[in-house]
């Protein structure tokens, strides 16, 4: 997925200047594709540009509202379509997880506990968000819902996972790797 086909799918429903778009994406998108101020509007200049949206009205301080034109439309059509995502690989909790090793054993488990109250918290939140919504405004918000759904799912998921990696290392691990603290001499 790509930042121009999330804004192309965002002025599906309704034209929007870049705050409105960067608003929408911080309590829609941003749990599933973050991005930053500079990073719409640099691409909301570039859609621009190759005629995807356009500008239909300029406000006070340079504000410009964007709509979709047919050539947007059928992008975003195309690429929901045609296009089959693969998940980007990149974990950094499953990184360091990898490397846990190196820390003494109970630091590597809190460092699990830890990650495990932060996706307890993010459940939180998700929840919460989820619950002081009305999701059956339009199709946009049905589909959020859906999206919302699965940020809370994954976030059990974590939890459950991190807590069950814990109990793991708790109940022994293999030996220390050599140089590290705590790893016999090598003789």
């Known amino acids: ?20 778009l960067l608003k929408m994406f911080n309590t829609s998108l941003g749990y599933v594709w973050p ?7 640099g691409e909301l200049t570039k859609l621009d ?11 006070p301080r340079g504000r410009k509202q964007y709509s979709l034109t047919s050539e947007g439309r059928e992008e975003a059509r195309r690429w ?5 995502e693969h998940r980007p690989q990149r974990n950094p909790m499953l990184l ?12 590597a488990v809190d460092r699990l506990l830890r990650h495990a109250d932060s996706m307890a918290k993010e459940y939180d939140e998700l929840v919460a968000l989820r619950d002081s919504e009305d999701w059956d405004k339009d199709a946009l918000t049905e589909c959020g819902r859906l999206v919302l759904e699965h940020g809370i ?32 001499d090598p003789d």
């Not at 997925?1 to 999330?6: E, I, N």
């Not at 540009?49 to 406000?59: F, M, N, R, S």
């Not at 360091?96 to 630091?107: A, M, N, S, V």
């Not at 799912?153 to 705590?182: D, F, I, K």
């Open 80 to 84: 929901l379509a045609e296009t089959e």
């Open 153 to 184: 799912r994954q976030r059990v998921l974590e939890q459950e996972w991190a807590r069950w990696a814990a109990e793991r290392l708790r109940e022994g691990r293999p030996a220390e790797p050599a140089g590290s603290p705590g790893a016999p």
């Open 96 to 107: 360091q997880t990898f490397f846990l090793g190196l820390l003494p054993r109970e630091d």
């Open 49 to 59: 540009a190759t005629g995807l949206i356009k500008v239909t009205d300029e406000g």
């Open 1 to 20: 997925m790509s930042l121009r086909h999330a804004l192309l799918g965002l002025l599906v429903f309704r034209p929007g200047s870049g705050y409105d």
């Open 35 to 41: 991005a930053k101020q500079s990073q719409i509007y």
